[in-house]
């Protein structure tokens, strides 16, 4: 079973709607031994950093994903999800993450050219680091694949980067350590090449 974790934040049922496409068995879920039982676990989110991890928290669920994590569980993060994978967020202040990813999520304006909008909003192409392997949810995608972001803050600085798009500048797309993984972009948003992304993760 994949279990989506449900802490009040994301786009739970787009979620599951494509899983469910797929052909797996998917669960919406904020009942802790629900998750601890799952194969996989997704971790979705939109909105603010901080109120997000203050939910995340408030619900008990952040020991849940850790201790599942570090038990080898494949999880993915995706969009604000992807973020609370990370040690720590710049947004409106400083705010702990999960800390299951190195490195720290910053606002994306000081890195682009004048003039280009944020939020980042659109289809963009996937580059995939040509200096180490392609990430087991990339591959079977094609360098320079599209998908759909939303997001105003990325993942800056960070060591465990797999995937960057470029909008005024190259930014992180996707992170990735172990059985950890995170899409900035919504998979479930980006047609094919979203359920590709998905297929290959709920096959790990």
Known sequence: MIAIVDYGVGNLFSLRSSLQYLGAHAAVTADADT???????????????????????AAGLDRVVIEAA???????????????????????????????????????????????????IGWNALHFPPDRPRSPIFRDLREGDHVYFVHSYYAHPCPAVTATTGYGAELTAAVGLGNVFGCQFHPEK???????????????
């Open 35 to 57: 998750l601890r039982r799952a194969d996989h676990l997704i971790l979705p989110g939109v909105g603010a950093f901080a109120d997000a991890a203050e939910k995340l928290r």
């Open 70 to 120: 570090q038990a080898g569980t494949p999880l993915l993060g995706v969009c604000l999800g992807m973020q609370l994978l990370l040690e720590r967020s710049f947004e409106y202040g400083e705010h702990r993450g999960l800390g299951l990813i190195p490195g720290d999520v910053s606002p994306m304006a000081p890195a682009l050219p004048a003039g280009l909008k944020v939020p980042h």
């Open 190 to 204: 980006s047609g094919p090449v979203g359920l590709s992304i998905l297929r290959a993760f709920c096959e790990l």
